[in-house]
Structure formats: structure tokens, C-alpha cells
């Protein structure tokens, strides 16, 4: 058995894996991971599917475009390796990099990936970040400010 590998190039397929918030942080790289709708991973259908999907990203806070890329490629290079064996069929998954992941051994980055993708099925969503302001801004606050800057009236 055989799994192809995918890339996720779409904000919205990004933005999806994302929204379900199953993830596992390791010292190397995060993992999220999500079933892609339609398809149930507990039945036989999953294992017909035998196509997994990975995106990469990484921050500007990791550093410039050159560091960035770099680390774009360490991540691609420890997916090639372990995501025909331990990905799950049907499933969809987000590598992101982080700031010690350009200076971590290749070997530690192998094992922090495998170690987050037999950990991300099982792990439970983690809680929305409530720091984070969501889009729209909710409701306005009585007693605001008008756009002169004066106290409302």
C-alpha cells in the first residue's frame, strides 16, 4: 500500500486545516492535520483514498525570504521521507516552520516530524485563541470614541 503525496497551494485548503485547531507542537516544526471532507478515516472508504495532501509555511518572524526557504526545504525534505509511511490516508496536513527549525539536526527534525504525525489524530482541538481578533470585529462598545476622536455624545 502505497500513498501518494499531495502539495496544499490554496488559502482556503490552508485556512481549512487550520480551522479544525488539531495540531502538535514540537520543538522543530507544528503539524496540523484534518480529514478532508467527504471522507470518513475510520472506514474502508479512507483506505481506498490513498492520497495525503501537505502544505508548508512558514512566518516572517522565522526570518528573511532566504531563511524562510530554507527552512521551506528542510520541511519538504523530512515530509518526503515520512509521509508515504505514517500519513494518514484522507487526511490533509500543515508543516509549519519555526525558529529553531534552521538550526535543529536533520535527524531531530525526522523525529519531531514522525513523533507529530502519529500524535495529531489522537490530539484534541485545541482552543480558540481569544487573543486574536476575529474579522468583522464584533459589536461596538457603548461610550466609543467618534471619528474626530472625541467622546461620543
Avoid: C, H
Avoid at 486545516?17 to 495540531?23: F, I, N
Avoid at 522543530?28 to 478515516?41: D, H, N, S, T
Amino acid at each position: 500500500m502505497t500513498i501518494s503525496v499531495e502539495r496544499l497551494k490554496k488559502r482556503t485548503e490552508f485556512l481549512r486545516v487550520a480551522g479544525t485547531r488539531r495540531k502538535w507542537v514540537t520543538q522543530g516544526l507544528i503539524l496540523q492535520g484534518a480529514p478532508r471532507p467527504g471522507i470518513k478515516p475510520d472506514t474502508e472508504y479512507a483506505g481506498e483514498d490513498l492520497l495525503v495532501r501537505v502544505g508548508f509555511t512558514v512566518t516572517k518572524k522565522v526570518g528573511k525570504a532566504v531563511v524562510r526557504n530554507r527552512v521551506r526545504r528542510r520541511l519538504r525534505a523530512v515530509a518526503e521521507q515520512l509521509m508515504t509511511e505514517l500519513a494518514l490516508p484522507g487526511w490533509d496536513y500543515v508543516v509549519i516552520g519555526r525558529n529553531q527549525t534552521i538550526d535543529r539536526p536533520f535527524e531531530k527534525l525526522v523525529d519531531d516530524m514522525r513523533f507529530a504525525l502519529r500524535r495529531v489524530p489522537d490530539a484534541k482541538p485545541s482552543p480558540a485563541d481569544s487573543r486574536r481578533p476575529r474579522k468583522g470585529g464584533g459589536a461596538k462598545k457603548p461610550g466609543g470614541s467618534t471619528k474626530a476622536g472625541g467622546p461620543a455624545t
